[in-house]
T-cell receptor, first 114, second 111 residues
Framework: AQSVTQPDIHITVSEGASLELRCNYS??????LFWYVQSPGQGLQLLLK??????LVQGIKGFEAEFKRSQSSFNLRKPSVHWSDAAEYFC????????????FGTGTQLKVEL | SQTIHQWPATLVQPVGSPLSLECTVE??????LYWYRQAAGRGLQLLFY??????ISSEVPQNLSASRPQDRQFILSSKKLLLSDSGFYLC??????????FGPGTRLTVT
């Protein structure tokens, strides 16, 4: 079965600094990969997705992610963080089977210092 | 465009009381529908999913049940709530691809 690991539970960055959130997945074939963001008390919003093709994908709010098959990783990046980026970020993998289910990581809580 | 609604937004219920949470989707047909629970400080746990009317798959044994009486309606229920049922409940839908779109959630507190 597929799995997702987000090794960083909390990350703190200064506003204007660059950001990288780590995500590692376990799956035998090419997975479908996603990053979601959740603000407190709200639902999850899709930031970006990778299905195939170009391994560097662009998303909303200035985020990007790079699929690295050799490292089984799909790290999320942003060159310059804004205070409004403070939220929880979830990586997810979809990997076959019925129902188009996703497996989510446990999330990374991002704090932005002003 | 597609929209997903959940209600109520918040709910406080005593232990042993029944539960009914509703999720509806607009602007699409025959979606896959999902119920997740998010406990405080934890990730998302898939509870149920449905690929069509009356078709429910349960992912974990629990005190909850789900039903899909209409194409774009998904209901989460319980006959008797437990303290452990407290959490943030999220409904999501997807079309023919894997990308899921989430509703605003329901905060359930069982007292």
């Amino acid at each position: 079965a597929q799995s997702v690991t987000q090794p960083d539970i909390h990350i703190t960055v200064s506003e204007g600094a660059s950001l990288e959130l780590r995500c590692n997945y376990s799956y035998g074939a090419t997975p479908y990969l996603f990053w979601y963001v959740q603000s407190p008390g709200q639902g999850l919003q899709l930031l970006l997705k990778y299905f195939s093709g170009d391994t560097l994908v662009q998303g909303i709010k200035g985020f990007e992610a790079e699929f690295k098959r050799s490292q089984s990783s799909f790290n999320l990046r942003k060159p310059s963080v804004h205070w409004s980026d403070a939220a929880e970020y979830f990586c997810a993998v979809g990997a076959g089977g019925g129902g188009n289910k996703l497996t989510f990581g446990t999330g990374t809580q991002l704090k932005v210092e002003l | 465009s597609q929209t997903i609604h959940q209600w109520p937004a918040t709910l406080v219920q005593p232990v042993g009381s029944p539960l009914s949470l509703e999720c509806t989707v607009e602007g699409t047909s025959n979606p896959n529908l999902y119920w997740y629970r998010q406990a405080a400080g934890r990730g998302l746990q898939l509870l149920f999913y449905s690929v069509g009317i009356g078709q429910i798959s349960s992912e974990v044994p629990q005190n909850l049940s789900a039903s899909r009486p209409q194409d774009r309606q998904f209901i989460l229920s319980s006959k008797k709530l437990l303290l452990s049922d407290s959490g943030f409940y999220l409904c999501a839908w997807t079309g023919r691809t894997y990308e899921q779109y989430f509703g605003p959630g329901t905060r359930l507190t069982v007292t």
